[in-house]
């Protein structure tokens, strides 16, 4: 009876397209690797009948790296959160601490368990503060394979990276049915906290599948990004494409993407938040078998501007690369921050400075390459050497300036280009004078702003080289207890 009941559960998970808890740590750790914890717990004093109290935890392996698990069982009265159910998610997290290990979490649940009253919800503070109090510490990763609503979002929000599976994964803080109650808006559960609007909209998905199949497997990947390749193991591009890969007009948009995949290990390059604020590129790579952490801007969306999304993406990936200890590589072809009364209204400045915060306060080796053109304070904010880069290299036809030629010419110029007989003529001809008096690289190279003036197909190497050199630095921030960078 006991095994019929059992079989019926999983036949509707598998009704619904998803796994069960034991069957996603199968696909998720190494074979043979999983070892359970706390496996006869069996429920609150309320309810002994609950097996494993909806939680099963434990040690595994991915790619040989050790990880500590946790994955909630939607069989077992939906997954709900009681006091042991907690006690267990928050035993495995201290463990994963002592151990010097990720800790990964499959959340699939109803919520609080309500029969357990406020002990359900001092659980998840327990949880909570577990999340916050390791954050920096150990990886945190959240897999959302199921429902996550109130209270249980935010302890995936206060991890590192959230991985939600398409059509099977919602977080929201208030379901469909009290939103339509209380402002009388329609709304289905995709719509307000599916995979696609969390990666897109909200940016709160780092990486979204099709299938939990293919979810597993992302998480394997990110997993291996974070490992060092033996150099006999490492196959470089081939870079001599490099030097034709830029289009000829220099207003003409590109993929940032080839030019990271045309300088990184083959094969490496796996991205981070795909899917939100196009306009910058982040994600892990491997240089010459070392694991390091890329931002670009991508002049294909919105020519390379730093928005307010985009400001949050690339913040949040520094200070995570700076707190685990990865390189940081920023390729840089930027216009500028994104002008206009919508990001003003929306807060550029405020989260503009979480960039400058992010690379001034990171104490890990950090280069930058200039690709292509760097002007305004998006120069200075994309890890300028003014905020502690150790190198900064540029490529021959690139430009840096306070401001772009065209909208500089028109300020500095106004006057003769107004009274001109040939307005557009003048403006042409004084664009190319502030280009070269002002914008010219080798002007930026008189005076120490960047390192070096290197070729494209060169760029592998000198990374190599100089990542090489400030691979031990030593650099500390004054004592405090912390900094208040501009949330």
Same mark, same amino acid.
């Given at each position: 009876?006991?095994?019929?009941?059992?079989?019926?559960?999983?036949?509707?998970?598998?009704?619904?397209?998803?796994?069960?808890?034991?069957?996603?740590?199968?696909?998720?750790?190494?074979?043979?690797?999983? +070892?359970?914890?706390?496996?006869?717990?069996?429920?609150?004093?309320?309810?002994?009948?609950?097996?494993?109290?909806?939680?099963?935890?434990?040690?595994?392996?991915?790619?040989?790296?050790?990880?500590?698990?946790?994955?909630?069982? /939607?069989?077992?009265?939906?997954?709900?959160?009681?006091?042991?159910?907690?006690?267990?998610?928050?035993?495995?997290?201290?463990?994963?601490?002592?151990?010097?290990?990720?800790?990964?979490?499959?959340?699939?649940?109803?919520?609080?368990?309500?029969?357990?009253?406020?002990?359900?919800?001092?659980?998840?503070?327990?949880?909570?503060?577990?999340?916050?109090?390791?954050?920096?510490?150990?990886?945190?990763?959240?897999?959302?394979?199921?429902?996550?609503?109130?209270?249980?979002?935010?302890?995936?929000?206060?991890?590192?990276?959230?991985?939600?599976?398409?059509?099977?994964?919602?977080?929201?803080?208030?379901?469909?049915?009290?939103?339509?109650?209380?402002?009388?808006?329609?709304?289905?559960?995709?719509?307000?906290?599916?995979?696609?609007?969390?990666?897109?909209?909200?940016?709160?998905?780092?990486?979204?599948?099709?299938?939990?199949?293919?979810?597993?497997?992302?998480?394997?990947?990110?997993?291996?990004?974070?490992?060092?390749?033996?150099?006999?193991?490492?196959?470089?591009?081939?870079?001599?494409?490099?030097?034709?890969?830029?289009?000829?007009?220099?207003?003409?948009?590109?993929?940032?993407?080839?030019?990271?995949?045309?300088?990184?290990?083959?094969?490496?390059?796996?991205?981070?938040?795909?899917? /939100?604020?196009?306009?910058?590129?982040?994600?892990?790579?491997?240089?010459?078998?070392?694991?390091?952490?890329?931002?670009? +801007?991508?002049?294909?969306?919105?020519?390379?501007?730093?928005?307010?999304?985009?400001?949050?993406?690339?913040?949040?990936?520094?200070?995570?690369?700076?707190?685990?200890?990865?390189?940081?590589?920023?390729?840089?072809?930027?216009?500028?921050?994104?002008?206009?009364?919508?990001?003003?209204?929306?807060?550029?400045?405020?989260?503009?400075?979480?960039?400058?915060?992010?690379?001034?306060?990171? +104490?890990?080796?950090?280069?930058?390459?200039?690709?292509?053109?760097?002007?305004?304070?998006? /120069?200075?904010?994309?890890?300028?050497?003014?905020?502690?880069?150790?190198?900064?290299?540029?490529?021959?036809?690139?430009?840096?300036?306070?401001?772009?030629?065209?909208?500089?010419?028109?300020?500095?110029?106004?006057?003769?280009?107004?009274?001109?007989?040939?307005?557009?003529?003048?403006?042409?001809?004084?664009?190319?004078?502030?280009?070269?008096?002002?914008?010219?690289?080798?002007?930026?190279?008189?005076?120490?702003?960047?390192?070096?003036?290197?070729?494209?197909?060169?760029?592998?190497?000198?990374?190599?080289?100089?990542?090489?050199?400030?691979?031990?630095?030593?650099?500390?921030?004054?004592?405090?207890?912390?900094?208040?960078?501009?949330?």
């Amino acid at each position: 009876m006991i095994q019929s009941e059992e079989q019926k559960k999983k036949e509707k998970q598998h009704k619904k397209d998803k796994k069960t808890a034991q069957e996603r740590l199968d696909e998720l750790l190494d074979s043979g690797s999983w +070892t359970e914890y706390q496996q006869f717990t069996a429920g609150s004093e309320q309810d002994k009948s609950y097996p494993n109290d909806g939680v099963i935890i434990g040690v595994g392996t991915i790619h040989g790296v050790k990880v500590c698990v946790y994955a909630q069982d /939607f069989t077992v009265a939906g997954g709900s959160l009681g006091k042991i159910h907690a006690q267990k998610i928050a035993w495995i997290m201290d463990l994963a601490y002592d151990m010097n290990a990720p800790i990964i979490g499959l959340n699939d649940s109803g919520g609080a368990r309500i029969q357990e009253g406020i002990e359900a919800l001092s659980g998840y503070g327990s949880i909570f503060y577990r999340n916050a109090t390791y954050s920096g510490v150990i990886p945190q990763i959240s897999l959302i394979v199921g429902p996550c609503a109130g209270g249980a979002v935010y302890s995936p929000a206060l991890t590192d990276f959230i991985f939600m599976v398409e059509k099977t994964s919602q977080m929201f803080i208030t379901g469909p049915k009290v939103v339509q109650a209380v402002t009388g808006s329609a709304s289905c559960p995709e719509e307000l906290g599916g995979a696609a609007m969390h990666a897109t909209i909200s940016g709160n998905a780092h990486v979204i599948s099709q299938t939990e199949e293919q979810l597993f497997q992302q998480v394997r990947g990110l997993i291996c990004a974070w490992k060092t390749v033996h150099t006999s193991d490492v196959i470089a591009p081939n870079v001599k494409q490099m030097d034709h890969l830029l289009p000829d007009d220099s207003k003409k948009g590109y993929d940032s993407k080839k030019v990271i995949c045309g300088i990184v290990d083959v094969d490496s390059f796996y991205e981070i938040h795909e899917k /939100f604020a196009r306009n910058i590129v982040v994600g892990f790579a491997k240089l010459n078998g070392e694991p390091i952490g890329v931002i670009a +801007t991508n002049p294909k969306v919105k020519a390379g501007c730093i928005d307010v999304d985009a400001s949050d993406k690339a913040a949040r990936f520094v200070r995570f690369c700076d707190a685990f200890g990865y390189p940081l590589l920023v390729l840089e072809d930027v216009s500028g921050f994104m002008p206009g009364v919508d990001q003003e209204q929306a807060g550029l400045i405020r989260h503009g400075a979480k960039i400058i915060y992010a690379f001034a306060a990171a +104490t890990v080796p950090r280069i930058t390459v200039v690709t292509r053109k760097a002007y305004g304070g998006a /120069f200075v904010a994309l890890n300028s050497k003014a905020i502690g880069a150790d190198f900064v290299f540029a490529w021959p036809a690139s430009e840096i300036s306070v401001m772009g030629p065209e909208g500089a010419s028109s300020i500095i110029y106004a006057k003769e280009i107004h009274e001109s007989a040939n307005p557009e003529q003048t403006k042409k001809e004084k664009m190319d004078a502030y280009r070269k008096q002002y914008a010219s690289i080798y002007k930026a190279a008189e005076v120490g702003l960047i390192d070096d003036i290197i070729s494209p197909s060169e760029t592998r190497e000198r990374l190599i080289q100089s990542f090489a050199l400030v691979v031990n630095k030593k650099r500390s921030l004054p004592g405090r207890k912390h900094g208040n960078i501009p949330l």
